[in-house]
T-cell receptor
């Protein structure tokens, strides 16, 4: 069993839709990052979470440490949100999810 | 520089050759990470430096891979006797501090290695 699982692997949405990307993990962590990787390959850090919820613009990230689960939500999705979203665990062993490829169509 | 710089951006080599990839982190960042990303997959952790020392090298796939950070800033990832399976984008990231509650990661653009 993978230590980190993301779902869905691929997601296509229409502009304006509400999007949820999930990350489940099996190891103990102290924090979790959500990363965004654009088609050109550059990676940017969106959030670092250790508990609760964070919001930045149209992006919302939540984490439940007890349930070992985090979600990334995008409200009013836009084509420029099209990217791969990666869940990055901060633990003694650093692990990434395989990513969720999001395509938002106009 | 303003961001994490990686060189070369592209490297094509032949099987069996030796390759060095360089990462210049953001000035003052003590933590430096190397990852490898194959096509269609998420990044795979290789090694993490805190200052000059490798705090965790558990991700290095075998003894052909080695990384150094002699002065606690620039790091070099060294691959000996390259194999076709080593072809990937090698990503470097740095953060202000390391440890379990590390802060924001800043990634370089990556070095794309192709082994023919």
């Amino acid at each position: 069993k993978n230590e980190v699982e993301q779902s869905p692997q691929n997601l296509t949405a229409q502009e304006g839709e509400f999007i949820t990307i999930n990350c489940s993990y099996s190891v103990g962590i102290s924090a979790l990052h959500w990363l965004q990787q654009h088609p050109g390959g550059g990676i940017v850090s969106l959030f670092m979470l250790s508990s609760g919820k964070k919001k930045h613009g149209r992006l919302i990230a939540t984490i439940n440490i007890q349930e070992k689960h985090s979600s990334l939500h995008i409200t009013a999705s836009h084509p420029r949100d099209s990217a791969v979203y990666i869940c990055d665990l901060r633990s003694i062993l650093m692990r990434f999810g395989a990513g969720t490829r999001l395509t938002v169509k106009p | 520089g303003a961001g994490v710089s990686q060189t070369p951006s592209n490297k094509v080599t032949e099987k069996g050759k030796y390759v060095e990839l360089r990462c210049d982190p953001i000035s003052g960042h003590t933590a430096l990470y190397w990852y490898r990303q194959s096509l269609g997959q998420g990044p795979e952790f290789l090694i993490y430096f805190q200052g000059t020392g490798a705090a965790d090298d558990s991700g290095l796939p075998n003894d052909r891979f080695f990384a150094v950070r002699p002065e606690g800033s620039v790091s070099t990832l060294k691959i000996q006797r390259t194999e076709r399976g080593d072809s990937a984008v090698y990503l470097c990231a740095s953060s202000l501090s390391g440890g379990l509650d590390t802060g924001e990661l800043f990634f370089g653009e990556g070095s794309r290695l192709t082994v023919l």
